[in-house]
């Protein structure tokens, strides 16, 4: 809490299609600071609602204790290179994809890994010269919104847990499409037993 700022705010628009549109105030969140007692981690996921030296504080912490260092880069913004050479992980949608100059410029950046999510198509893993495709699943979505941070925040679980990238990504599709049927952002997050059960399906 910082006295006189307000908390950060996201006005969202969805579309009869079920795609948003999203307007950050950001608020209290651009006064951001690092903390000092921050813990240690196995998977450190940073997104960009706050201000790129809190984010590069947190990736230098992450790489500090043998994190895997992950970084969506959202809402979509130039991203300072510094940053990118400290991530494990870059996970872009296509439009942030396309603003941080392609793969090639993500890889000559000295990102090892990229995971490209493509709603309604999946998503793609791109490691060197190697692409692997990831199939989505089929729901009948509502509202899309939330549903970008439910794939990150459970493809930094699953590696978290030891799982491979390439369930880890599988795991983090699921989550995300269940995450479209239910309107909202935070009441439409799945459980894991909701996750299971359409990956069994």
Same mark, same amino acid.
């Given at each position: 809490m910082?006295?006189?700022v307000a908390t950060g705010r996201a006005v969202i628009m969805v579309d009869d299609d079920a795609e948003n549109v999203i307007v950050v105030i950001p608020g209290a969140n651009a006064r951001l600071a690092w903390p000092?007692? @921050?813990? @240690?981690c196995a998977t450190l996921l940073t997104q960009l609602e706050v201000p790129q030296d809190v984010v590069a504080a947190g990736l230098r912490h992450g790489l500090a204790c043998g994190a895997t260092t992950v970084l969506n880069p959202a809402p979509a913004d130039a991203v300072?290179?510094?940053l990118l050479a400290d991530c $494990?992980? =870059?996970v872009p949608n296509e439009h942030e994809l396309a603003m941080l100059g392609g793969t090639s410029a993500l890889t000559s950046s000295g990102v090892s890994t990229i995971v490209v999510t493509r709603g309604a198509e999946g998503a793609t893993i791109h490691e060197g010269d190697r692409m692997r495709s990831v199939e989505a699943f #089929? =729901?009948?979505? =509502?509202d899309t919104t939330g549903a970008g941070d *439910?794939? +990150?925040g459970n493809l930094a679980a699953r590696l978290a847990t030891g799982a !491979?990238?390439?369930? *880890?990504? *599988?795991? $983090? +599709?699921? #989550?995300? %499409?269940? !995450?479209a !049927? !239910? %309107?909202?952002a935070v009441p439409s997050l799945p459980l894991a037993d909701d996750v299971v059960k359409l990956l069994e399906r």
């Open positions: 910082i006295d006189g000092d007692d @921050a813990p @240690a300072e290179e510094r $494990s992980i =870059v #089929a =729901v009948n979505a =509502v *439910a794939f +990150c !491979t990238m390439r369930d *880890a990504v *599988a795991w $983090s +599709c699921a #989550a995300g %499409a269940l !995450t !049927t !239910t %309107a909202g």
